[in-house]
């Protein structure tokens, strides 16, 4: 039987593949830590083992005592990450340096597998040339714009350099499905008739379906590629003005619009980060934050996809907002 270790198993996207892996006859190893929530991982099938990827010494001591079970990992999607942190050094902690004590350890315990994918993010190459509108290609300079992407950006530098180590790396624009939790507050904010804007500019934005992303990942354990990257979105860019639409037409909801200029988003979020800042903290809305929100190009080339893996997304952003809109009525979450 297949086997495959998931990262990042108790959140969002982890979950789904999960999912995925049991639904493809894999044996699923589901890495978590000790304080993850199981709650979307309820299948009996799947055998939990607890990481601690925060130090070299106990993510080999965990991957030996995998060893002495004759655990060996086939694939493994190195998908455990943060989006968003507390403190600035919690990017690079989490997305860079527990990547490398990971593999380095994966190399010493010599259980190295066939595959092993990063789940990376658009944000390692920061967003498109706002003037030209073209997409960010493959073979442009990477140029994160705030520090979650230059994490992961820094963590693909130290897994390209590895020989003989067989890395894919998956580049997602923003990912949204059910249980996804920053979306979410737009979907709720238009649900309770407010549609906001940030900027007079218009936005381009680009999403991919939790569960096309899911098939991408299992179609790539599958494909003859190795030591390749490549960035994923469904192929289509929406204008914030469409995405509202999309979801108000789902929710049947009206709503009342507005704009907060760029000026005033920054401001607060000067104010808020030197303030919050004194103590070690990042506010939600931060420097870093207003460099994505105000960027108007989040366009990237997804041509490779369908050539490499003939990877066509089902989800449109209208089928995709639908259905996670669906999920969260059904589960009271709106
Ligand atoms: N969502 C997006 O739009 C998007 C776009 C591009 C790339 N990505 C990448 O996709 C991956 C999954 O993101 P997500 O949206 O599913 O986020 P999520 O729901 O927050 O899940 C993150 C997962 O990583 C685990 N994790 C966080 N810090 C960890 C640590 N120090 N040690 C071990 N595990 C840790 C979490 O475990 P706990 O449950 O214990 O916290 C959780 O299982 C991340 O690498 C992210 O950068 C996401």
Not at 124 to 151: F, M
Not at 190 to 200: D, K, S, T
Request: glycine fraction near 8%.
């Amino acid at each position: 039987m297949k086997n495959i270790l998931i990262t990042g198993a108790s959140g969002f996207i982890g979950s789904f593949l999960v999912e995925e892996g049991l639904k493809q006859g894999f044996e699923v190893y589901a890495g978590i830590r000790r304080s993850s929530s199981r709650e979307y991982l309820p299948d009996p099938r799947i055998q939990f083992i607890e990481f601690d990827f925060s130090s070299h010494e106990n993510v080999l001591k965990t991957l030996n005592e995998c060893k002495i079970q004759q655990i060996r990992f086939q694939y493994i999607v190195h998908n455990a990450g943060v989006t968003k942190a507390q403190k600035k050094e919690d990017y690079y902690n989490v997305n860079c340096r527990n990547t490398k004590n990971f593999i380095e350890a994966l190399i010493e315990a010599e259980l190295v597998p066939e595959k092993f994918i990063f789940i990376s993010s658009l944000a390692a190459y920061g967003p498109g040339n706002p003037v030209t509108g073209e997409p960010v290609r493959l073979s442009d300079e990477p140029k994160p714009i705030e520090l979650y992407g230059k994490s992961k950006l820094e963590a693909e530098r130290y897994i390209t350099s590895l020989t003989g180590f067989p890395w894919l790396i998956f580049r997602p624009t923003g990912v949204y499905g059910p249980k996804e939790k920053d979306y979410f507050v737009f979907f709720q904010t238009i649900n309770r008739g407010m549609e906001p804007y940030i900027g007079f500019r218009k936005q381009v934005l680009t999403f991919i379906y939790v569960r096309d992303l899911v098939r991408l990942i299992f179609l790539a354990l599958d494909s003859p590629h190795r030591n390749k990257a490549w960035f994923v979105s469904d192929g289509r860019q929406y204008t914030s003005a469409e995405f509202a639409e999309i979801t108000k037409k789902a929710l049947g909801k009206k709503t009342i619009r507005f704009t907060v200029p760029l000026f005033m988003v920054k401001t607060i979020a000067v104010i808020g980060e030197r303030v919050v800042g004194l103590w070690g903290g990042i506010p939600t809305l931060n420097t870093d934050k207003y460099n994505v929100l105000s960027s108007t190009n989040w366009r990237c080339e997804v041509d490779p996809l369908e050539k490499d893996f003939g990877f066509q997304a089902e989800y449109d952003l209208e089928k995709g907002v639908t259905e996670t809109l669906a999920w969260y009525k059904q589960n009271k979450w709106i």
